[in-house]
């Protein structure tokens, strides 16, 4: 049986607000507490996959981000009670 997230890939590109990805960092931080590796990439997939796909359901799920105001992460700033996770992409190497 193939699985889903063994399935071909595709890039897609995100922009979005930067809280927005702190966020989502956050989220990846939250899953290595629970003792999951995993990316961002699989945590938007993971959403993806058990969003409703009711018309009036996703209109909703709009209206209420657009609705947020700008301090609505602002508690994500120092979340100290989840371990650090190695940022993505390749490593830069240091020069002493």
Do not use: K
């Not at 969003?51 to 947020?68: C, E, I, K, S, W």
């Not at 994500?76 to 989840?82: I, Q, V, Y």
């Amino acid at each position: 049986m193939e699985l889903l997230w063994h399935q071909q890939r595709r890039a897609t590109s995100v922009v979005w607000p930067e809280d927005i990805d702190r966020r989502l960092n956050i989220l990846v931080r939250a899953a290595a507490a629970a003792g999951e590796r995993t990316s961002r990439a699989e945590i938007l997939a993971a959403f993806v996959t058990v969003a409703d796909v009711d018309p009036n359901q996703v209109a909703g799920l709009l209206h209420h981000y657009r609705r947020l105001p700008a301090d609505a992460l602002a508690d994500d700033e120092e979340r100290d009670d989840l371990p650090v996770v190695r940022p993505p992409g390749p490593r830069r190497a240091t020069s002493d």
